[in-house]
Nanobody
């Protein structure tokens, strides 16, 4: 099983990024998929979730700015991040949840002017 995140980088406040998490080795369509983030010195935070059926949920801190989506044909979950703020700076990781949980390695997102 492998989850590989991509799309992180350095952006200025107000800009956008799109993260991807490509899964292999699992029946992707059966899994709920989540994006978490962890900033230095802070606890890991659940940012966004999407169920196998496509229902979504967001942390209050990102509601209205971030959008999670999935493409079951590509075994990929996305996180579209708009109007980025410095406080969004963190390592973003995806995880897959069904009977077991699997985690990716994470991708760094830095928002700075």
């Amino acid at each position: 099983v492998q989850l590989v995140e991509s799309g992180g980088g350095l952006v200025q406040p107000g800009e956008s990024l799109r993260l991807s998490c490509a899964a292999s080795g699992i029946n992707f369509s059966a899994y709920a998929m989540n994006w978490h983030r962890q900033a230095p010195g802070k606890q890991r935070e659940l940012v966004a979730s999407i169920t196998a059926g496509g229902s979504t949920n967001y942390a209050d801190s990102v509601k209205g700015r971030f959008t999670i989506s999935r493409d079951n044909a590509k075994n990929t979950v996305y996180l579209e991040m708009n109007s980025l703020k410095p406080e969004d700076t963190a390592v973003y990781s995806c995880n897959a949840v069904y009977i077991l949980k699997y985690w990716g390695q994470g991708t760094q997102v830095t928002v700075s002017s």
